[in-house]
């Protein structure tokens, strides 16, 4: 897509509460017509499967969206512009380096999200840089405070 909603500023940052976190959701929304794949970092319980749910919430997925932590990867479904959508979410924190990764087939995942053919968000994308190759947009949450966050986007390309 070629619109102006879907660019990002250089290291854009989103200042959300977790109150108005589906506003931070939405902004995630508008940029998947331009990127298949999206990791997300950020320190322990700062909210990245939360924030994950709320995108996964605002595009109407049905199934029960959770933390992958030890099945490596759950599958969504959704519906957009009448056709059935995927969405590969993964956990990458048990995994030791990309070759471990490979071997549990998330290059196969990520490979699906390169031809177009379903998103995958990644979460402890930093556990495998290695199985990651441009275009993705890189989710950085830090904690402001309890109830505060702040997202930084990079479009890596």
């Known amino acids: 897509m070629d619109n102006s909603r879907d660019k990002i500023q250089e290291n854009e940052?989103?200042?959300y509460s977790l109150s108005d976190i589906d506003q931070?959701?939405?902004?995630l929304k508008q940029l998947m017509g331009s990127f298949s794949i999206f990791t997300f970092s950020g320190d322990m319980g700062?909210?990245?499967?939360?924030?994950?749910?709320?995108?996964?919430?605002?595009?109407?997925v049905q199934d029960h969206v959770s933390?992958?932590?030890f099945a490596l990867v759950n599958e969504y479904h959704y519906e957009a512009e009448g056709?059935?959508?995927?969405?590969?979410?993964?956990?990458w924190y048990r995994l030791r380096d990309s070759a471990d990764a490979i071997s549990a087939g998330m290059e196969d995942y990520l490979l699906q999200a390169h031809h177009g053919l379903v998103h995958c968000f990644v979460e402890w994308p930093e556990k495998a840089p290695g199985l990651l190759r441009p275009?993705?947009?890189?989710?950085?949450?830090?904690?402001?405070?309890p109830e505060e966050r702040e997202m930084t986007l990079l479009a890596v390309e």
């Open 83 to 91: 056709n059935d959508r995927v969405i590969y979410h993964m956990d």
């Open 13 to 15: 940052r989103r200042a």
């Open 67 to 69: 933390s992958p932590t």
């Open 46 to 60: 700062a909210g990245k499967t939360t924030l994950i749910s709320h995108l996964c919430a605002l595009l109407q």
């Open 24 to 27: 931070a959701a939405a902004r």
């Open 135 to 145: 275009p993705y947009l890189s989710v950085n949450i830090t904690t402001a405070g």
